[in-house]
């Protein structure tokens, strides 16, 4: 595999020196996108919050500062990135506002019902199945719950159709696709948002 590929391929699970570098930029380089996603949020005060798909842990920390009575729960399957996101959110971990936990979404490690909302940023792409992970996040949904994905990709655009080919197990979701997923893993109001000038998606949907 070629230095690019291997260094691409880190998004999907960050480890290793390679690992380490990605996950350097990549609190920066989503942050636009994020931001974005967030503010599509409706809910107006969480208390309970899981992260699924943390990476470096920024979006953790977004999240805590739009909501400062909510606690963050951090999850994701790389070692790596539960130790950027772990250092990312030190301060709120101190303060007993954050954990920062691994995990993978397929069978998350929470009980029932736990969460008034679940986010997903740059992630999805990379899930395994995403309707049985989907209705992981379903179960651990209060009712009423809000699930909100938010994708650089809306499944056409030919940059992230180009690394759907060179990384492994990247599958780039349209809107459709992902509303469709949503409503048989179990959640009832789904909608979307496009952005006006990139390929951006962000997709939110209520158990
Ligand atoms: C491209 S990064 C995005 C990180 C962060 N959400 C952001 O927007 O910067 C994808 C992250 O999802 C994590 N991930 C992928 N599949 C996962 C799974 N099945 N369970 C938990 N984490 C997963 C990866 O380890 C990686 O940290």
């Known amino acids: 595999m070629g230095l690019f590929k291997k260094y691409v391929n880190q998004t999907r699970k960050p480890e290793g020196f390679l690992g380490k570098m990605m996950l350097g930029g990549m609190n ?8 974005w996603g967030m503010s599509h949020l ?20 977004e999240l ?55 986010t997903a940023f740059e992630t999805v792409y990379f899930w395994p199945g995403i309707e049985k992970c989907f209705a992981e996040v379903c179960r651990v949904l209060k009712d009423g719950g809000t699930f909100l994905i938010c994708n650089e990709s809306d499944g056409t655009d030919e940059t ?36 006006p000038k990139n390929p951006w998606i962000t997709v939110i949907s209520k158990k």
């Open 28 to 35: 920066g380089g989503h942050a636009k996108l994020a931001d």
């Open 160 to 195: 992230s159709l180009k690394f759907e080919k060179i990384i492994d197990g990247m599958k780039c979701y349209t809107a459709k696709q992902l509303e469709s997923a949503l409503r048989s893993a179990g959640f009832g109001e789904v909608r979307s948002v496009h952005h």
């Open 64 to 118: 805590l500062k739009k909501y400062p009575s909510a606690k963050v729960t951090a999850l994701d399957y790389s070692e790596l990135s539960v130790e950027k996101a772990k250092e990312y959110n030190k301060n709120m971990i101190a303060a007993g506002r954050c954990k920062v936990i691994q995990g993978n979404v397929a069978k998350l490690p929470f009980a029932e019902s736990e969460f008034d909302l679940c």
């Open 42 to 61: 409706d809910i107006a005060a969480p208390s309970n919050i899981a992260e699924l798909g943390c990476g470096g842990g920024r979006n953790a920390g």
